[in-house]
């Protein structure tokens, strides 16, 4: 047998303090310090390309503003491509900074402006690319953050990745689930669809037991896909799978996330962030109560091999075998699952942290043959 | 470049003459090569060290070498199983075949043929899960959400 030759790189990084580690397909960072406590970060690698990115910043949350303290995080499940899910990690930290400048603060519309303004202009990048590189109109990517600030947690989220936050309760843990999802396999997505789209009876089509919106894709809501949000990219020399029959004048999916805000309590432990590869293996209160029942070191690590460990029974093989096979045909086992949990403290760890902000990226640059 | 025509016919030979031998069949490992052997042991669940596990659309069970994975042929059969069926994650992966014609190309592929043979069972392939499309609702996995 071949012998693997993939890796994922080491991930970008800014802090030379924080340094993150490879081993094989996953990249993690076992325990770092936030703002406002500790995180554990991993990612694992199944398609040929690694299509999950994921972020976390903390520290200053505007250019203008110092007491405006607080972390970021970012998980990005990108499909057809990794190019939508890498943009959004270039990009929506920084204009997320630029908006709360603006106002001096961070909020709502703060963060629905940053995703706004990301699609925009990956848009825009589509258009640049379609005379050489057309491909880049049927890329999208799911994007799910997470900001943590004066005592409030914002949970923005498009598409179906999944935040959920772990509050004890009488001894153990109770999953609260901060996100809301959109995918059209759940009936507050497809009634939101149909609502927006009464005249088109083909909106949502179900192929083989699953709902996917025009027939093609599972999400109702995204960053990029840009042949299903501007007719002019509908034809050739998109590829006929990704074309649709009929012309469409408003858009199909939308880049608006769903945002929540929670006030924190002391009860609130910590918050775990992760793209659907993991969700469709562990229930959020699995997650939760692996979370609370084991140590802090490597606790995304432990979650990863959780959901692979799930994914090999329901293959019927063993996970030590699943571990074996090479990217690119292990995306017919399990998905690229990213995982972050982030622990929390009412207040800033230390007010010394204030002065050297945090920067870990996952899952760039993708794996290459050594 | 082989007539499209002849392919299916090919096909539909294969179906039929494997028809004749129809029967259950499980592969497993040998410990120092990664030749397969067949036998007629009853369908479990137990798990094969070194496998990995496909159904046919007649739920029959099969258990391959993981080297399987490294071959061409191998990595067609899944990827029309994904568009078939889409990635599903709740259970295992199920091919667009029946069981005798899964055990058919498991012949071919175990002769390690050249690439022109290859190339046309990889044509004639894509031609005969077409016909196979009815069946796909014999497969019974519960609905799952994934992948994108």
Redesign the interface.
Known sequence: MVKPCWRIGAGMERSKINPTKVDGLTWYKDLGLHTFGEFSMAMIQANSVMEDQCQIESGPLTFNNPTVQGTFVGVYDGHGGPEASRFIADNIFPKLKKFASEGREISEQVISKAFAETDKDFLKTVTKQWPTNPQMASVGSCCLAGVICNGLVYIANTGDSRAVLGRSERGGVRAVQLSVEHNANLESARQELWSLHPNDPTILVMKHRLWRVKGVIQVTRSIGDAYLKRAEFNREPLLPKFRLPEHFTKPILSADPSVTITRLSPQDEFIILASDGLWEHLSNQEAVDIVHNSPRQGIARRLLKAALKEAAKKREMRYSDLTEIHPGVRRHFHDDITVIVVYLNPHPVKTNSWASPLSIRGGYPMHSTS | MINTKKLLKMAKKWQQRAALKRKRISFQRSTTT?TTTTTTTSSS?A???????VYTVDKI?FAFP??Y??NSVF?EL?KI??E????R?????TLPFDSVFLEYLIKFIERRMDGDTEKALLMSISSARCSMQPQ?QQSG?T??????
């Open positions: 990664t669940t798990v094969e060290k070194g496998c990995f596990v069970r993981l080297s994975l490294n990595e899944l199983s994904e078939e069926f889409g990635l994650a709740g259970g295992p992966i796909e996995y609905q799952q959400l994934l992948v994108f």
